[in-house]
């Protein structure tokens, strides 16, 4: 029951991109349309994952034995973007048609926020292993919902006839305020 | 210089035209005192990695330059936090997981990548600082209106002294019409895109005068 | 292959330095930082009870509730307590003192970021000093309408509260 209502509150009560602003970068670039939205959601799933369990690993059987949780942030960056280049090549030798589709975001994942902010969460949250297995899968469900809809909006946008000046960015922002709002309604559901 | 210091504020500045480090502006933003304090700890970081970076660039080969930036940012920015949380610990309590994510604001490694690592140690400096500069402005513009449109006022204390207030305004007769949206993520959304149009506007006008001064 | 040996080995001194600052720094902030924590701990304490001498207890059942429990000196008890209200990511922090019967006789929040106007009411001072203070384990605590998940946050804390006191008393 915890477990549930920490899945839902990461999925959509306190959804990443609409409620904590992370990973709005990669957000305005990719969700143009439905396809990228959906390669970019599953790649940034499985970095998250993966490097989740790596830095929590590492943090309580390396850094916190050794009173060297000054040394968190480094490490984990360092982390997630081998994780992330190591990903990268592997999908690379073995699946050529993986890689089509999610090799291109590959290298934006480093710079996403995101990834950082769930493997700090994991830690200064005081996680269990199990807790964060469920926290690190459903925090990017939520960022992929929410790419998802937001790439489903935007391709209808590019038809718009919108003023020049607001064109682009500025309009997926005005998109992206009305969903902010709607999602806070469903603030009370936990 | 002063011309490339003046275009990196309003035509190319980072935030309004270019969206990097959207995350963090949007979620500081909610208050003038955070924004300032969050400006100046990207421009300190800012400095100091193009300083570094620009030193090492003619050892660092090309394979592994990328773990190279990502080592020195992480360390700046991991002393930033424990100098800020160590003497301003009301700033490091507001500003909380934010400041740890400055490692991955795309404008600091986005200038190591395309200036610090090409040019000379004064003129990265000069870099960090104007676009550390720039990133400040921008911060600064919309937390102004969304503090205002929340609260009424807008005030601004000693970081280092959370009971002491630098300056401040508050129109009292304000106070029941004040928005609590502007402080939330809707809020946010919303004055950043006016913001964005505004600058986009701006844009769109100089472009069109050098297309007419060209016709002529 | 020598060429990719220096890139390693230049990587590896980069590392090292950086980590060797890092250490510098922390081995000069880290005092500042506990004694900093230390000092606010204390300031909050004094305000429910002006010169008092505080001791951590232990001894009360643990959940996820209390925070720590302190004994003011032939004065009374404070307790640290920590519920989610409606805000969902940051939890209500609030302080409860109680005298030696286990009576309560100060309340102050720490931290909250209720909705305004709905669940940060509770948090008025006025509202706060004639719902919660002066009330025993077996008094009813009202709660606020419209603001369900605040106060049943605040219900949750209380009686956390209450039966941490009864526990060390």
């Known amino acids: ?190 | 210089m002063w011309r490339n210091f003046k275009d990196s504020f309003i035509k190319d500045n980072p935030v309004f035209s270019m969206f990097l480090g959207l995350c963090s502006v949007l979620a500081i933003s909610t208050t003038f005192n955070n924004a300032v304090g969050m400006g100046l700890c990207v421009t300190i970081v800012l400095i100091f990695s193009n300083v570094i970076i620009s030193l090492l660039r003619k050892l660092i080969s090309n394979e592994i330059r990328i773990p190279v930036y990502i080592v020195v940012i992480a360390s700046l920015v991991t002393i930033v936090e424990m100098l800020v949380h160590a003497y301003a610990p009301s700033l490091y309590r507001s500003l909380g997981v934010f400041l740890s994510l400055v490692v991955v604001n795309c404008i600091i490694l986005g200038r190591a990548e395309a200036f610090a690592s090409k040019n000379d140690v004064f003129s990265s400096a000069a870099d960090g600082f104007g676009m550390g500069m720039a990133y400040t402005f921008a911060l600064v513009l919309i937390s102004v209106v969304r503090e205002f449109l929340a609260n009424g006022s807008v005030i601004f204390y000693d970081p280092f002294d959370p009971e002491k207030v630098i300056f401040g305004f508050a129109f009292e007769s304000l106070k029941p019409y004040t928005m609590p949206l502007a402080a939330s993520s809707v809020g946010a959304f919303l004055v950043f895109a006016c913001f964005a149009a505004f600058f986009a506007m701006l844009k769109n006008r100089a472009a069109d005068k050098e297309k007419e001064a060209d016709k002529q | 292959m020598k060429k990719a040996m220096l890139s390693v080995l230049l990587l590896a001194l980069v590392a090292a330095l950086a980590g060797a600052a890092i250490t510098y720094v922390n081995g000069i902030t880290e005092p500042v930082i506990e004694e900093n924590v230390a000092n606010e701990e204390r300031e909050n304490l004094l305000k429910m009870f002006p010169d008092g001498e505080f001791i951590e207890l232990d001894g009360y059942t643990m959940n996820d509730c209390i925070l720590s429990v302190y004994e003011a000196k032939d004065r009374g008890y404070v307790v640290k307590a920590a519920a989610y209200g409606y805000n969902t990511s940051t939890p209500i922090i609030v302080l409860i003192g109680f005298d030696k019967d286990g009576k309560t006789i100060g309340i102050s929040a720490l931290q909250q970021q209720e909705t305004s106007g709905y669940g940060a009411r509770c948090f008025e001072k006025i509202f706060m000093e004639d719902t919660y203070v002066n009330k025993t384990a077996d008094d009813k605590i009202d709660t606020l309408s419209g603001a369900t998940r605040t106060s049943s946050a605040m219900q949750k804390i209380m009686e956390a509260a209450f039966e941490a006191v009864s526990e060390v008393r």
């Open chain 1, 1 to 190: 029951m915890k477990l549930l209502s920490l899945a839902l509150a990461a999925i959509l009560v306190n959804n990443v991109v609409l409620t904590k602003y992370l990973g709005l970068c990669p957000f305005f670039g990719v969700s143009r349309n439905f396809r990228s939205a959906i390669g970019m959601g599953l790649a940034v799933t499985f970095v998250i994952f993966g490097a989740s369990l790596i830095t929590y690993f590492l943090y309580y059987l390396i850094l916190l034995p050794n009173g060297m949780e000054y040394l968190r942030l480094i490490t984990f960056i360092l982390v997630i973007a081998s994780f992330v280049q190591l990903t990268e090549m592997f999908i690379k030798k073995y699946s050529a048609s993986l890689y089509k589709t999610l090799g291109i975001y590959l290298p934006l994942i480093t710079t996403n926020c995101v990834v950082l902010y769930v493997a700090q969460e994991n830690i200064t949250m005081k996680y269990t292993l199990l807790e964060t297995c469920v926290n690190s899968l459903a925090v990017p469900a939520g960022y992929m919902l929410v790419l998802v809809l937001f790439a489903c909006m935007r391709e209808r946008l590019e038809g718009a006839d919108t003023p020049r000046a607001w064109k682009g960015v500025p309009i997926a922002l005005i998109t992206a305020a009305l969903m902010a709002m709607a999602f806070s309604g469903l603030a009370g559901i936990i």
